[in-house]
């Protein structure tokens, strides 16, 4: 989910860059000594203690805190250390988290909840209604720079301390997505007292209330976090009673995907994240390395088309890029049979997703002939369409934080497909700071930007008017910068109401309007794919899909 997020550490450019790769690879082989935290003899034996290593392909985040800016990254590795309010199962089912139970007015603009008892913050101080206020005062306050868990209690005006076990939030309009919201990790709550250390500090090492806590972060290297022994058993699907059996866990930031699974492979580590698809089919042939797929909720993979500019200020145009990309053949090999095509604008695990694959059927003639009805007619010397002097350019720019290498590999296909009706498609690969500058300047006409967000509210985030406008972290979410009132109007319904069938039916109408504007051109739901070896128990959470591994023990 990409945020654009502040930055709380200088880096020292590429000499820093070479010296921190020797590094890793360093800790990685140290880590083959220390990972088993046992004996060899009984490595095959789960037990209690000792070091799990986690490599992530992810990018680093620039502070560990996701109320500031507020992307996957950080969602991984702070479900280990802060926990939220409510949980959610498979089924979408709202569970008792940090907050044992709570209702609702009438008119959905007063919610009260009633707090677990006797819980603390790793650095004691008292989890209360105090520290709810507190913690949606830092998500919306300007200085936090935050952006998901900003939009995700965009609506709470206020929340009253009733009592210490009871806090009351007061809306400014009705918002039936209030506790998917609530369940994420970008709204997770945070020590009061670690917060007004100030945004430096609390970025190095947030306060929760979770299994683990922050120990060490090593930037571009490593985060270390060790077991809160003190850890009160709240996770409703937790399937032990107690702190977790780990000692520690040492989070290592190693960028390319095949040093990563060579780590697996050896021992090195325990689990990765991203894998290339090839390693994931080998992985569900057998053998001692488990393949964990955990689609993320909320939106599906798509590029967006900028609706706001030339030349997808046009339907037409927008419709021959769709009915040129062609991305199907690409998927089903690039991908090696692990990710399935889509035609919703959201993720298949949500039960309101809606589709219409006709709408996406590749068509060559088709594009051709809305080409030339939009006026794109002449062709220059490359082969690529002109109108008024100007060429039919798409630019594209491509997060490499964000995008694995199949996926990027995709974008060249579907940049080969539209070349052959007279679109130039210009792929630009930029890190994660570059990318969102691109953005922020408007400059593209196609993006894939992967948002989760728990249930399909994510629509209002992504599509409605008001996701033009940056959050104060200087985020937009509404990359398609579609401004429909009939779209407006049936999501600001959705979220007024707290019948579940009308809601549904409301998102389905949603979801049409943008499917049949060709704002997006989905294509999968998010990868979330892991693989672990010599580790049992991790487990991944029905809220964002995070791993927890409260209930992990070394040994399979």
């Given at each position: 989910m990409?945020?654009?997020?502040?930055?709380?550490?200088?880096?020292?450019?590429?000499?820093?860059?070479?010296?921190?790769?020797?590094?890793?690879?360093?800790?990685?082989?140290?880590?083959a000594?220390t990972?088993?935290?046992?004996?060899?003899?009984?490595?095959?034996?789960p037990?209690?203690?000792?070091?799990?290593?986690?490599?992530?392909?992810?990018?680093?985040?620039?502070?560990?805190?996701?109320?500031?800016?507020?992307?996957?990254?950080?969602?991984?590795?702070?479900?280990?250390?802060?926990?939220?309010?409510?949980?959610?199962d498979?089924?979408?089912?709202?569970?008792?988290?940090l907050?044992?139970?709570?209702?609702?007015?009438?008119?959905?603009l007063?919610?009260?909840?009633?707090?677990?008892?006797?819980?603390?913050?790793?650095?004691g101080?008292?989890?209360?209604?105090?520290?709810?206020?507190?913690?949606?005062?830092?998500?919306q306050?300007?200085?936090?720079?935050?952006?998901?868990?900003?939009?995700?209690?965009?609506k709470v005006?206020?929340?009253?301390?009733?009592?210490a076990?009871?806090?009351?939030?007061?809306?400014?309009e009705?918002?039936?997505?209030?506790?998917e919201?609530?369940?994420?990790?970008?709204?997770?709550?945070e020590?009061?007292?670690?917060?007004?250390?100030?945004?430096?500090e609390?970025?190095?090492?947030?306060?929760?209330?979770?299994?683990?806590?922050?120990?060490?972060?090593?930037?571009?290297?490593?985060?270390?976090?060790?077991?809160?022994?003190?850890?009160?058993?709240?996770?409703?699907?937790?399937?032990?009673?107690?702190?977790a059996?780990?000692?520690?866990?040492?989070?290592?930031?190693?960028?390319?995907?095949?040093?990563?699974?060579?780590?697996?492979r050896?021992?090195?580590?325990?689990?990765?994240?991203?894998?290339?698809?090839?390693?994931i089919?080998?992985?569900?042939?057998?053998?001692d390395?488990?393949?964990?797929?955990a689609?993320?909720?909320?939106?599906?993979?798509?590029?967006?088309?900028?609706?706001?500019?030339?030349?997808?200020?046009?339907?037409?145009?927008?419709?021959?890029?769709v009915?040129?990309?062609?991305?199907?053949?690409?998927?089903?090999?690039?991908?090696?049979?692990?990710?399935?095509?889509?035609?919703?604008?959201?993720?298949?695990?949500?039960?309101?997703?809606?589709?219409?694959?006709?709408?996406?059927?590749?068509?060559?003639?088709?594009?051709?002939?809305?080409?030339?009805?939009?006026?794109w007619?002449?062709?220059?010397?490359?082969?690529?369409?002109?109108?008024?002097?100007?060429?039919?350019?798409?630019?594209?720019?491509v997060?490499?934080?964000?995008?694995?290498?199949?996926?990027?590999?995709?974008?060249?296909?579907i940049q080969?497909?539209?070349?052959?009706?007279?679109?130039?498609?210009?792929?630009?690969?930029?890190?994660?700071?570059?990318?969102?500058?691109?953005?922020?300047?408007?400059?593209?006409?196609?993006?894939?930007?992967?948002?989760?967000?728990?249930?399909?509210?994510?629509?209002?985030?992504?599509?409605?008017?008001?996701?033009?406008?940056?959050?104060?972290?200087?985020?937009?979410?509404n990359?398609?910068?579609?401004?429909?009132?009939?779209?407006?109007?049936?999501?600001?319904?959705?979220?007024?109401?707290?019948?579940?069938?009308?809601?549904?039916?409301?998102?389905?109408q949603?979801?049409?309007?943008?499917?049949e504007?060709y704002?997006?051109?989905?294509?999968y739901?998010q990868?979330?794919?892991?693989?672990?070896?010599?580790?049992?128990?991790?487990?991944?959470?029905?809220?964002?899909?995070?791993?927890?591994?409260?209930?992990?023990?070394?040994?399979?």
């Amino acid at each position: 989910m990409p945020h654009a997020l502040r930055p709380t550490r200088a880096r020292t450019g590429a000499a820093l860059a070479a010296v921190a790769a020797l590094a890793a690879v360093a800790a990685l082989a140290l880590a083959a000594c220390t990972g088993s935290g046992g004996d060899a003899d009984d490595a095959s034996t789960p037990r209690d203690g000792g070091t799990l290593v986690y490599a992530t392909g992810d990018a680093e985040p620039t502070c560990l805190d996701p109320h500031v800016g507020g992307n996957y990254p950080q969602a991984l590795i702070s479900t280990q250390y802060l926990e939220p309010l409510v949980g959610r199962d498979a089924d979408g089912t709202i569970l008792p988290w940090l907050a044992s139970e709570w209702s609702v007015s009438d008119d959905l603009l007063t919610w009260d909840f009633t707090l677990v008892d006797d819980v603390t913050f790793t650095d004691g101080t008292p989890f209360d209604a105090a520290a709810v206020q507190a913690n949606i005062e830092h998500l919306q306050d300007p200085d936090t720079g935050s952006s998901t868990g900003y939009l995700a209690v965009q609506k709470v005006e206020s929340v009253e301390v009733v009592d210490a076990t009871h806090a009351r939030f007061h809306l400014t309009e009705p918002d039936s997505a209030l506790l998917e919201s609530l369940s994420q990790q970008w709204t997770a709550m945070e020590s009061p007292a670690g917060i007004e250390r100030g945004t430096d500090e609390n970025c190095a090492a947030p306060v929760g209330t979770g299994p683990f806590v922050v120990d060490e972060w090593v930037p571009q290297q490593q985060v270390t976090l060790v077991r809160n022994d003190e850890y009160v058993p709240l996770d409703p699907q937790a399937e032990h009673d107690g702190p977790a059996y780990l000692d520690e866990i040492v989070w290592r930031f190693v960028p390319d995907a095949a040093t990563r699974y060579a780590a697996l492979r050896s021992g090195e580590v325990q689990v990765i994240d991203n894998p290339q698809p090839d390693a994931i089919a080998q992985a569900e042939q057998g053998g001692d390395i488990t393949h964990v797929d955990a689609p993320r909720p909320g939106s599906s993979n798509r590029i967006e088309l900028n609706s706001a500019q030339p030349p997808f200020d046009d339907v037409r145009v927008r419709e021959a890029f769709v009915r040129a990309a062609d991305p199907d053949p690409g998927i089903e090999t690039l991908f090696a049979g692990t990710a399935t095509r889509s035609h919703s604008p959201l993720s298949s695990v949500e039960p309101t997703a809606y589709g219409d694959e006709d709408l996406f059927t590749t068509d060559t003639d088709r594009a051709e002939q809305l080409l030339d009805e939009a006026g794109w007619t002449a062709t220059d010397d490359e082969g690529y369409r002109t109108k008024d002097g100007q060429r039919l350019t798409v630019r594209f720019p491509v997060s490499t934080n964000q995008s694995v290498a199949a996926e990027q590999s995709l974008f060249e296909q579907i940049q080969a497909n539209a070349k052959a009706v007279g679109f130039e498609v210009v792929l630009t690969p930029s890190d994660l700071s570059a990318w969102y500058a691109a953005l922020g300047a408007n400059e593209y006409e196609a993006v894939s930007a992967p948002y989760t967000k728990v249930g399909p509210d994510v629509l209002r985030i992504l599509y409605h008017s008001d996701g033009t406008v940056p959050a104060p972290s200087g985020y937009f979410a509404n990359h398609a910068q579609v401004t429909d009132p009939e779209l407006d109007d049936l999501l600001d319904r959705a979220a007024a109401t707290a019948d579940d069938a009308e809601r549904a039916d409301l998102y389905e109408q949603a979801q049409q309007i943008v499917l049949e504007g060709y704002y997006i051109l989905p294509l999968y739901d998010q990868q979330n794919h892991f693989l672990t070896r010599g580790v049992t128990g991790m487990r991944t959470l029905d809220t964002v899909s995070t791993p927890t591994f409260l209930d992990a023990r070394l040994g399979s």
